[in-house]
């Protein structure tokens, strides 16, 4: 385990250590401080405590990639060259992942479950026939070569993109088009609560606590209002300095944004 990183027993472990038997989560369970720390790491790991995994995935025989069991949001997705380098695919939301519900042969609708929802096939091929325009009319150039570059009319696209992507939530995976390549790598931020042992950064390690502590009382009608408030206010106050810290910025950070020039591509 890396040195900046303490797992979410070493902090549950500390944090009852320090309680004492007159204090208002004495008689909690440890049960209940694992999932209020596990919520905890799941609510900073959204913003300030984002945790970047790249991960190598096979592509299906019907062109797309299934989600990582701890996926929250996409990075980035491409394929790896020669060269050890990244080569990102291009966003296209118009990628169709349709379903239709499925029939038995005599067309009726199947509910395989008999929970009131029909079952649903793949469905994602095309439409028979012939659009407005026929196949060899061309109201858009497309990858032309101009000037040793290659684009589109100005406004309607383009680029180096090796291939094109477009996120399916609604059946847990990653619709690929033009990618030839037998595995694409993907950067996503990932839910740290889900994983086998959970982690968090020593910087952040006093905001998870108080923020134990804070949801531990939060709805105790017990407890005044007053320390109610107090534990609130501690915690966004770790929660700020944990984020000030990992977020520091130094001088040669700070040199090195100076003195990079600033790049503009041409439009045509």
């Given at each position: 385990?890396?040195?900046n990183?303490?797992?979410?027993?070493?902090?549950?472990?500390?944090?009852?250590l320090t309680?004492?038997?007159?204090?208002?989560?004495s008689?909690?369970?440890?049960v209940?401080?694992?999932?209020?720390?596990?919520?905890g790491?799941?609510?900073?790991?959204?913003?300030?405590?984002?945790?970047?995994?790249?991960?190598?995935?096979?592509?299906?025989?019907?062109?797309t990639v299934?989600?990582?069991?701890?996926?929250?949001?996409?990075?980035?997705?491409?394929?790896?060259?020669?060269?050890?380098?990244?080569?990102?695919?291009?966003?296209?939301?118009?990628?169709?992942?349709?379903?239709k519900?499925?029939?038995?042969?005599?067309?009726?609708?199947?509910d395989?479950?008999?929970?009131?929802?029909?079952?649903r096939?793949?469905?994602?091929?095309g439409?028979?026939?012939t659009?407005?325009?026929?196949?060899d009319?061309?109201?858009v150039?497309?990858n032309?070569?101009?000037?040793?570059?290659?684009?589109?009319?100005?406004?309607?696209?383009?680029?180096f993109?090796?291939?094109?992507?477009?996120?399916?939530?609604?059946?847990?995976?990653?619709?690929?088009?033009?990618?030839?390549?037998?595995?694409?790598?993907?950067?996503?931020?990932?839910?740290?609560?889900?994983?086998?042992?959970?982690?968090?950064?020593?910087?952040?390690?006093?905001?998870?606590?108080?923020?134990?502590?804070?949801?531990?009382?939060?709805r105790?009608?017990?407890?005044?209002?007053?320390?109610?408030?107090?534990?609130?206010?501690?915690?966004?106050n770790?929660?700020?300095?944990?984020?000030a810290?990992?977020?520091?910025?130094?001088?040669e950070?700070?040199?090195?944004?100076i003195?990079?020039?600033?790049?503009?591509?041409?439009?045509?």
């Open positions: 385990m890396a040195r990183l303490v797992t979410i027993d070493q902090v549950i472990n500390d944090f009852v309680l004492d038997s007159d204090d208002y989560v008689n909690v369970s440890d209940v401080i694992r999932n209020f720390a596990l919520r790491i799941r609510e900073m790991g959204f913003d300030m405590l984002k945790r970047v995994r790249s991960l190598k995935l096979s592509v299906a025989s019907n062109d299934a989600l990582p069991d701890d996926f929250v949001s996409l990075v980035k997705i491409g394929v790896v060259k020669e060269d050890g380098l990244v080569y990102v695919f291009g966003e296209n939301k118009n990628i169709n992942y349709s379903q519900y499925d029939a038995d042969a005599a067309g009726n609708f199947i395989s479950d008999g929970d009131g929802v029909y079952d096939v793949e469905s994602k091929t439409a028979t026939g659009g407005i325009f026929g196949d009319d061309y109201v150039f497309s032309y070569i101009y000037q040793n570059n290659v684009g589109q009319i100005y406004g309607l696209g383009g680029g993109y090796e291939g094109q992507y477009r996120l399916n939530l609604d059946q847990n995976r990653i619709e690929l088009s033009g990618v030839t390549e037998d595995e694409v790598v993907i950067e996503y931020i990932a839910d740290e609560a889900r994983s086998v042992d959970p982690t968090i950064q020593v910087e952040a390690e006093e905001a998870l606590r108080m923020y134990i502590y804070y949801k531990l009382i939060e105790k009608s017990s407890v005044p209002m007053g320390e109610k408030a107090r534990a609130r206010q501690e915690y966004y770790e929660r700020r300095k944990a984020n810290r990992l977020k520091a910025f130094s001088a950070e700070a040199l090195k944004t003195r990079k020039n600033f790049k503009q591509s041409p439009k045509y």
